[in-house]
């Protein structure tokens, strides 16, 4: 599994993925499936990215071939994270996906939209949608001129309660 | 006379026979860790010697792709 920079993603996801097999293929590895796996939120910042889309490959590779391929990898800005596992057999259905992935009207899925990511919108909700001026208005005490002339019209009530 | 401590009821009952554990099902992890992120002991995870190795590294390897994080 791969975790790339969601900057070459967005530019073309085919690209980018051709990146990455591409490597593989030059350290001597045959790739046999590999597919879009999702695009999140990462738990961490890493390399000051919060989202990051990780692609799923399976390929077959000799052992004296993995450092020069690791350290490819680790020189790559592009890839963020990588993991290489050793499996017995590719999963069930993995074949198939990443065959749809490679069909030609595979579209990619959109990214999320600016405001459901906005770290603005994460912390005051809808009040990220509205114009700053607006937001001032509703949370500074807008009404104080008004309330400050209700405090003075209570005192008269209250002291002639006193007298009463 | 002391009373001796009762062994505490593990939280979750045996799961060796659930799907296979893997790093990618972050979800079913997410059962298996403290709110501080630490991993549960045996005792607390109901998991067998092997499971809990397996389970051990799976959410070692989800922590290091950025599935999940180190602490909370």
């Known amino acids: 599994m791969f975790l790339l920079d969601n900057q070459v993603v967005r530019a073309d996801w085919r690209q980018a993925k051709a990146m990455v097999t591409d ?20 738990a961490y910042p890493i390399r000051g990215r919060t989202r990051g889309t990780y692609l799923l490959a399976y390929f077959e590779i ?3 071939s993995l450092n020069g391929m690791r350290r490819d990898f680790e020189l790559d800005e592009r890839v963020l994270r990588y993991l290489m596992l050793k499996v017995d057999a590719i999963p069930a259905g993995e074949m198939e996906k990443a065959a749809e992935e490679g069909a030609d009207g595979y579209v990619v899925p959109p990214p999320p939209t600016e405001e459901a990511t906005s770290p603005e919108r ?26 400050g002339d209700g405090a003075e019209a209570e005192v008269p009530e209250a002291a002639a309660a006193e007298e009463s | 006379m002391a009373e001796s401590r009762k062994p505490s009821p593990p939280i979750a009952s045996r799961h060796c026979d659930d799907p296979k554990i893997d790093y990618k099902e972050v979800a079913y992890l997410q059962k298996f860790l403290t709110p501080q992120a630490q991993i549960l002991s045996r005792k607390r995870s109901g998991f067998c010697t092997q499971c809990q190795r397996e389970l051990k590294a799976a959410i070692k390897r989800a922590r290091h792709m950025g599935l999940m994080a180190f602490v909370q």
Request: glycine fraction near 8%; charge should be positive.
């Open chain 1, 62 to 64: 000799t052992g004296t």
């Open chain 1, 23 to 42: 490597l593989l293929a030059k350290n001597g590895a045959k790739v046999l499936c590999a597919r879009r796996w999702d695009e999140r939120k990462l």
């Open chain 1, 122 to 147: 994460a912390v005051f909700g809808d009040l990220a949608d509205r114009p700053i001026q607006e937001n001032l208005r509703r949370n500074a005490p807008a009404e104080a001129p008004e309330g």
